[in-house]
């Protein structure tokens, strides 16, 4: 009997984002019908026996626009409401990267 899960959730796009203890996994996935969907994963090794605790949300394509809307809002209140004088760009991909390969410590 063919396993029917893996062709019905293809991967055809995949990103990978390290954050701290942290990884988050953006995956567009299709179904047989060429249908497209988001999976967003994140990924965290558990203390007490080094597995991986993973925690994923579905993301279809007629929810895309109020998803991105909902985010944006969210992270633009953090950003001017609640903590207007952080440098958020202190974070940046490149300035992690970069602090992480001088082996800061």
């Known amino acids: 009997m063919e396993d029917n899960s893996k062709s019905e959730r293809q991967e055809i796009f995949s990103k990978k984002i390290r954050a701290g203890k942290r990884t988050y996994f953006f995956d567009v996935k299709t ?3 060429n249908d ?3 999976t967003i994963t994140e990924s965290k ?3 007490e026996d080094g597995s991986f605790v993973k925690h994923k949300i579905f993301l279809y394509k007629e929810d895309f626009n109020k998803f991105m809307e909902a985010l944006t809002d969210t992270v633009n209140h953090v950003k001017t409401e609640l903590m207007p ?3 958020f760009d202190e974070f ?3 300035r992690y990267h970069e602090d992480q390969s001088t ?3």
Do not use: A, C, L, P
């Open 36 to 38: 497209y969907f988001i």
């Open 103 to 105: 082996g800061s410590e």
């Open 31 to 33: 179904t047989k019908g």
């Open 45 to 47: 090794k558990s203390f």
């Open 85 to 87: 004088d952080f440098n």
């Open 92 to 94: 940046s991909r490149d």
